[in-house]
């Protein structure tokens, strides 16, 4: 079993960073990839990134390449998603979720991801 909590959310203007963090707890999550996710008001939840169970390799969706990078330390089970140069299409809610079985980073579906957090809102306005 794994339990995932978002933070690091909040208010900020275009053009500006933050940083999301997501902590888990439960043995499972040292072996399995992380994805984040993100969902805008009224739309499904897409795929952001993804870092391997190593931490070594990643993978963006092509919306986000070049300005949000995804990170992990195993020894604290902590994932990290830092969004720079943000723009108003980023507002949405960031979940972390895992998929169990997945190991590498890749692109992932929100319907095969078997454990989520409860998610972090980002709003990107002047």
């Known amino acids: 079993q794994v339990q995932l909590v978002e933070s690091g959310g909040g208010l900020v203007q275009p053009g500006e960073s933050l940083s999301l963090s997501c902590a888990a707890t439960?043995?499972?999550?040292?072996?399995?990839?992380v994805g984040w996710f993100r969902q805008h008001p009224g739309a499904n939840r897409e795929f952001v990134g993804a870092?391997?169970?190593?931490?070594?390799?990643?993978y963006y969706a092509d919306s986000v390449k070049g300005r949000f990078t995804v990170s992990r330390d195993n020894v604290k089970n902590m994932v990290y998603l830092q969004v720079n140069n943000l723009k108003p299409e980023d507002t949405g809610v960031y979940y972390c979720a895992l998929q169990e079985g997945i190991t590498t980073a890749q692109r992932m579906a929100a319907r095969a991801m078997h454990y989520w957090g409860k998610g972090t809102l980002v709003t990107v306005s002047s």
């Open positions: 439960g043995s499972a999550f040292k072996w399995y990839a």
């Open positions: 870092v391997s169970q190593s931490g070594q390799t990643t």
